[in-house]
């Protein structure tokens, strides 16, 4: 029931929140707690759901997708509906970024764009990017050089946890990393 829950908050807190008839903060994407247990409960599905299984989605999430704060919920990053704004930050200089074999050419002539989503999704650690990565195809963790990438007009955001957002990412910032049982490539080509 648990991952079943996280998807329908994902859906109404990242993706439709319209379609329940709920509001979201246009500056950081909240809205009330309550709010989200009532649009949660008036699914026949979910009448018998209680805050306390919302809160314990929002402490057992592998990703660490929502953050509960003064009686107001909200999705930390993730969001496909009106765009919410964060403050720009001072990244490390290595982030990094999950994705599939089968998108590196493309990445490797054009950078990281966000493609359906508001911004590009970065991490501080491999593990937050192996998780977004292994669900798409052939794990890549790609090495993204943060400091060149500012240097070169990417703007960078902290969403919380670990995880950094950015509009786009140039090509020539983003390098195929290997774990240390693999080898490290410095060459951008995984060789």
Known sequence: METSLSKMMTKLLRHAPEEFGVVLDPEDGSCPLTTLLDAIQAQPKW??????????????SDKQRFEIEDGRIKARYGHSHDKVRYTPGEPPAILYHGTNKKALPSIRREGLSP???QYVHLSEGTHFATLAGSRRGELVILQ?????????????YY???????????PPECCL???SQEQGHSKDGQGN
């Open 144 to 156: 993204v050089d943060a400091f060149r990438a500012k240097q070169a007009g990417a703007t960078f």
């Open 47 to 60: 009448a018998g759901i209680q805050q306390e299984d919302i809160e314990q989605v929002v402490r057992n």
């Open 115 to 117: 493609m359906s989503r």
């Open 159 to 169: 969403a919380g946890n670990e995880v950094w957002l950015a509009d786009q990412v």
């Open 176 to 178: 195929v990393w290997k």
